[in-house]
T-cell receptor, first 111, second 116 residues
Framework: QKEVEQNSGPLSVPEGAIASLNCTYS??????FFWYRQYSGKSPELIMF????GDKEDGRFTAQLNKASQYVSLLIRDSQPSDSATYLC???????????FGGGTRVLVKP | KAGVTQTPRYLIKTRGQQVTLSCSPI?????VSWYQQTPGQGLQFLFE???????NKGNFPGRFSGRQFSNSRSEMNVSTLELGDSALYLC???????????????FGPGTRLLVL
């Protein structure tokens, strides 16, 4: 079992709809959780992070964390064609800066 | 504020050679982490340096090594290159002193290495 798991997709959503991405992790010692967006041929770009149970909103993005169920999700509201990318979930333990990544979910937003 | 810079951006080497990649973190950031990204294995952590000391290490063979200088710039070296070392090598910087929950890492553009 991989430490961080994501559905590889592609997740196809119509423009203006909500894209819902899920990520599960196996290590209960994980303390903070990150979502990165990666366009093809580019490096990962930080979207947001969350470390407390519940929801955290930033613009069109909402991250949700449930430590008891060991999952974190990302909602993208009013999806735009420019949101088409691979979304990477990463987790980190309290000590150190090692990020463990999931395989990523490819999102396609169709006009 | 300038972002993370990495040099070179592209590199072609042959098996058995060695390679050195360079990373300059965001100004004021003292932690530098290195990651390898391949289509098969995804993004994997190599190691992290803070204040010229290796603070964390991933599960890579000893052929992969790194160092950090007093100005926080970091280099990573891969010796005796293998075909499987072909990858995008990413450097990420963060502020670093506490390496706690709220430390966020910002990635550079990466160095794409092709081993022939």
């Amino acid at each position: 079992q991989k430490e961080v798991e994501q559905n590889s997709g592609p997740l196809s959503v119509p423009e203006g709809a909500i894209a819902s991405l899920n990520c599960t992790y196996s290590d209960r010692g994980s303390q903070s959780f990150f979502w990165y967006r990666q366009y093809s041929g580019k490096s990962p770009e930080l979207i947001m992070f969350i470390y407390s149970n519940g929801d955290k909103e930033d613009g069109r993005f909402t991250a949700q964390l449930n430590k008891a169920s060991q999952y974190v999700s990302l909602l993208i509201r009013d999806s735009q064609p420019s949101d088409s990318a691979t979304y990477l979930c990463a987790v980190k333990k309290a000590a150190g800066n090692k990020l463990t990544f999931g395989g990523g979910t490819r999102v396609l937003v169709k006009p | 504020k300038a972002g993370v810079t990495q040099t070179p951006r592209y590199l072609i080497k042959t098996r058995g050679q060695q390679v050195t990649l360079s990373c300059s973190p965001i100004s004021g950031h003292r932690s530098v982490s290195w990651y390898q990204q391949t289509p098969g294995q995804g993004l994997q952590f190599l190691f992290e340096y803070f204040s010229e000391t290796q603070r964390n290490k991933g599960n890579f063979p000893g052929r992969f090594s790194g160092r950090q200088f007093s100005n926080s710039r970091s280099e990573m070296n891969v010796s005796t290159l293998e075909l499987g070392d072909s990858a995008l090598y990413l450097c990420a910087s963060s502020w670093g002193p506490r390496a706690g929950d709220q430390e966020t890492q910002y990635f550079g553009p990466g160095t794409r290495l092709l081993v022939l």
